[in-house]
């Protein structure tokens, strides 16, 4: 380097060169003299210097510059190549093949893979129509293999917590590892409500003891007497009818026919208007099998675990003792048709209308009010481990927004229909979609969550608890519930209960899948466009899927095929629920019929994995919110108009109805306007389109005391039902603010962007 720097010095003073000298000052100081001198001179500078003593840098000969100048040109380079191989090893991509004693043929290999990468293109997987997803869906889903696993599936017993049921519970969680589908357990610690087998209840009517098998859990122990009174099924409209008869309800002891509403609606209704106690009988107009059936039901007006209402029962230790306010707080106990007939022989009062009358014979139906009777019930709390099972087929798109496919997988006795086809259909979709997804090429965006419940017979507590433990993980991430239980009661029929969200999805699906009847398709055979008034029914509280939808805003569907001319499935809640009465419902074409039902929810779900943008239809919930703002406007103008209501108006409630409208509209404008092959774009939709449901949940009641918050399909006085039918004026007007309120948040959080906000 040195030579190198003489060098340059060297060429920079080719012409001219500088002379420094020290110089002696007269002060004593040194200082240094700047000469500049020409070639000419060189020889007289350099004798001057070597006379004066004095130190000199002097130009190199001729013949040392030539030299210099090859060490210039060599250094640069040097330089140079320095420079780029440094930059060179900074600069390249880090190598993932490993060195090792046959590092020559790995790297000869890596240079042939990176030669073919810069030639060939990448190529991205090709994605099914939706045609060709339908079309695998049917191919796996066939009525043989349902013959097997409905088979495998049916079991003696199966009630809620017991060896049984983790056994079935450890027999799904393989299932799902076989199909490699990351099985996980949810476990919950319940209180669930049984009789005493060392008290049983009973019932005393004069010198009749009766002694039933059968019970309600959660209802309230004790024992009461009172007079005996027959109100037909116990709705609203049936006890009306007592009073204007002029029948005492206060302190009785109701006598009802199952059906209608569900039992804990009956012990509510009963309890309302004063009664004691509530006895419950299936008569046999409605269920036409033996007399001296027990039946099996519970009376929690709610869902979950009522000891841990609005929260998980992880561990009951750290929460409060604390009870739903759902529990009923009189007694209630079920009864056989032949122990009501013979209180009802001996009933007396007045004799019922023709809509009282039931099927018993040799027997008037009599209003009573006369007899007393004794109810006992002594049935206990106990605590069980259940387990509810999971498994998921993971979106490659979104993956964190996924539906949920769930079946119970508990039953008072067999629970062929309302368990073990649930079960076969979950664990056969499971496999089929796998299969599609592994080897079909199918690519879902969405992930597809399978899960069987526990505890569902009690009033869906394992779903219920589940949502309570992760509500603030899934309540924005679950895209729909579709429930699969008792999606097979009969043939011949349709029904269904839903979100409007999803009406447009079920009209769509039953448009694709076939009837099971023969030729035409499922939306032909309940009437075309008539099918709503045909197939659809309101979501009632113990329908599995209503604490998705009530409680946890989440748009969610059950569907059920059933025999013509039938409501509800004959053998639930008895040990009659068995696959030879199953097999007489369908005309002994069940798994032809399961299949049909499996195609039919698979379908659902596909397509709301498979779209890009979401199949929920937000204009379906208009009309349901303008009939319900119409009914609290015709109440408050006859209140007004009456003198019992003043300074109340409805006009609020009526601008945000038109606000929710006008959103509705903007955002299907938006979706029309809108490049479905954008990606970033249709998730933004989606997301305006999934707060809907959400949003129509009261932010202003509490989850303990009234779990069911939904502004339209919940149950409360926040609902638009209730304040339409309420007579507390005070109430109504509170309620009426609330309610405009939640539902013009309901349309700001379909705007989008807050800065689009009217």
């Given at each position: 380097m040195d030579r190198i720097r003489s060098a340059l010095n060297s060429v920079i003073k080719n012409e001219r060169y500088s002379r420094f000298t020290l110089q002696p000052a007269e002060d004593g100081e040194r200082h240094v003299e700047v000469k500049l001198s020409d070639d000419a001179t060189d020889d007289a500078t350099e004798a001057e210097g070597q006379a004066g003593g004095s130190l000199s840098f002097r130009p190199a000969l001729p013949y040392q510059n030539r030299r210099n100048l090859c060490y210039l040109i060599l250094g640069t380079l040097l330089i140079f190549v320095t420079g780029y191989l440094i930059g060179?090893?900074?600069?390249?991509?880090?190598?993932?093949?490993?060195?090792?004693?046959?590092?020559?043929?790995?790297?000869?290999?890596?240079?042939k893979q990176d030669a073919t990468q810069a030639v060939v293109a990448p190529v991205s997987d090709p994605q099914l129509d939706w045609k060709d997803v339908t079309k695998l869906l049917k191919q796996k889903l066939t009525s043989q293999g349902f013959e097997k696993v409905l088979r495998d599936f049916d079991m003696p017993r199966r009630s809620a917590g017991s060896e049984e049921d983790k056994s079935l519970a450890n027999r799904i969680y393989g299932e799902f590892r076989k199909q490699d589908m990351a099985p996980w357990t949810d476990i919950h610690y319940v209180q669930l409500q049984m009789p005493d087998s060392e008290r049983p209840n009973q019932v005393l009517f004069g010198s009749d003891v009766f002694k039933p098998t059968g019970y309600l859990a959660y209802s309230a122990p004790g024992k009461v007497q009172g007079k005996l009174v027959y109100g037909n099924y116990g709705r609203q409209e049936d006890l009306d009818v007592l009073q204007k008869k002029n029948v005492e309800l206060k302190g009785s002891v109701m006598l009802l026919r199952t059906g209608k509403i569900s039992f804990a609606e009956q012990v509510d209704n009963a309890a309302t208007k004063g009664a004691s106690a509530v006895l419950i009988y299936p008569d046999v107009?409605?269920?036409?099998?033996?007399?001296?059936?027990?039946?099996?039901?519970?009376?929690?007006?709610g869902s979950g675990d009522p000891y841990t209402p609005g929260f998980p029962s992880f561990n009951h230790t750290q929460f409060p003792p604390?009870?739903?306010?759902?529990?009923?707080?009189?007694?209630?106990?079920?009864?056989?048709?032949?122990?009501?007939s013979t209180l009802l022989q001996k009933i007396g009062g007045p004799e019922s209308d023709e809509s009282f009358k039931g099927g018993l014979t040799r027997l008037t139906y009599r209003l009573g009010g006369i007899e007393n009777v004794t109810v006992e019930v002594n049935n206990v709390l106990v605590n069980k481990e259940i387990h509810n099972v999971f498994g998921?087929?993971?979106?490659f798109t979104d993956p964190d927004r996924y539906v949920v496919l769930g079946a119970q997988r508990d039953a008072w006795g067999k629970g062929?229909?309302?368990?073990?086809?649930?079960?076969?259909v979950l664990l056969e979709l499971a496999k089929a979609v796998k299969e599609m997804v592994e080897k079909d090429g199918f690519r879902p965006k969405r992930s597809l969550v399978f899960a069987s419940w526990s505890a569902g017979e009690y009033g869906s507590v394992g779903a219920t608890e589940w949502l309570e433990g992760y509500m603030s993980s899934i309540d924005r991430s679950v895209i729909t519930y579709i429930s699969l239980d008792g999606v097979v009661m009969g043939r011949g029929s349709f029904m269904a209960s839903a979100s409007p969200l999803l009406y447009s999805l079920l009209e769509n699906t039953m448009k694709e899948v076939q009837s099971p009847l023969g030729s035409g398709t499922m939306y032909d055979m309940m009437g075309a466009i008539n099918w709503q008034n045909n197939a659809l029914r309101p979501m009632s509280m113990d329908d599995p899927s209503y604490p998705f939808l009530a409680f946890s805003g989440i748009p969610a569907v059950s569907f059920h095929f059933i025999s013509p001319n039938i409501e509800a499935y004959t053998y639930y809640g008895t040990n009659l629920d068995s696959m030879d009465h199953l097999n007489y419902q369908t005309n002994h074409h069940t798994s032809e019929m399961t299949a049909v039902a499996a195609q039919f929810a698979g379908q659902m779900a596909l397509r709301l994995i498979h779209d890009r943008l979401l199949n929920l239809d937000v204009s379906r919930y208009s009309s349901v919110i303008t009939s319900a703002v119409g009914q609290v406007h015709k109440r408050i103008s006859q209140l007004k108009w009456s003198g019992q209501l003043k300074e109340v108006n409805s006009n609020w409630l009526i601008g945000a109805r038109g606000f929710f409208q006008r959103a509705a509209d903007d955002l299907n404008i938006a979706i029309t306007n809108t490049d479905l092959n954008d990606k970033e774009a249709c998730r933004i939709l989606n997301d305006r389109i999934l707060r809907v449901e959400h949003a129509l949940l009261s932010p202003y009641v509490s989850p303990v005391e009234t779990p069911f918050r939904h502004l339209l399909l919940g149950r409360g006085s926040h609902t638009l039902a209730s304040i339409a039918e309420t007579t507390d004026m005070e109430q109504l007007h509170t309620q009426l603010a609330l309610a405009t309120s939640s539902l013009q948040g309901c349309a700001n959080a379909m705007v989008g962007d807050i800065w689009d906000i009217d």
């Open positions: 060179y090893v900074s600069h390249r991509k880090p190598q993932t093949t490993t060195l090792n004693c046959d590092a020559g043929v790995e790297l000869e290999a890596h240079n107009e409605d269920y036409k099998y033996l007399a001296n059936t027990p039946l099996y039901g519970h009376v929690h007006l604390t009870q739903s306010s759902g529990l009923p707080k009189i007694p209630a106990q079920t009864i056989t048709a032949n122990m009501a998921v087929i993971k979106g062929y229909a309302k368990a073990t086809v649930g079960t076969s």
